[in-house]
Nanobody
Framework: QVQLVESGGGLVQAGHSLRLSCAAS????????MGWFRQAPGKDRVFVADVSWSGNTTIYADSVKGRFTISRDNSKNMVYLEMTGLKPEDTAVYYC????????????????WGQGTQVTVSS
């Protein structure tokens, strides 16, 4: 089992950058696929990015490709989401998640979730 705690959210202006962090505790962190998802008010939770257990493979939602970068540091049990060129439509609660299966954009593939961190982008 793994516990996840996100941090780094906040209020930023459009075009600016923000870095989210996810601290994981528990066993075998390096064996988990890690992902970021987001949920805007009144909408479903949607996929943002995934990173493989080794960090060598990543996948992104089309809406963030080229602007966001997911990475992990297995020595520190940390996952990051570097967000650049932020847009008002990026406003959402961002969740870190862990999966024991494969890279996937489907939330149901992820067994463990953090509590979320709010990101608000003003125009």
């Amino acid at each position: 089992q793994v516990q996840l705690v996100e941090s780094g959210g906040g209020l930023v202006q459009a075009g600016h950058s923000l870095r989210l962090s996810c601290a994981a505790s528990g066993r075998k962190f390096s064996s988990y696929v890690m992902g970021w998802f987001r949920q805007a008010p009144g909408k479903d939770r949607v996929f943002v990015a995934d990173v493989s257990w080794s960090g060598n493979t990543t996948i992104y939602a089309d809406s963030v490709k080229g602007r966001f970068t997911i990475s992990r540091d297995n020595s520190k049990n940390m996952v990051y989401l570097e967000m650049t060129g932020l847009k008002p439509e990026d406003t959402a609660v961002y969740y870190c998640a862990a999966s024991t299966t494969i890279l996937s954009p489907r939330p149901r593939e992820f067994e463990y979730w953090g509590q979320g961190t709010q990101v608000t982008v003003s125009s």
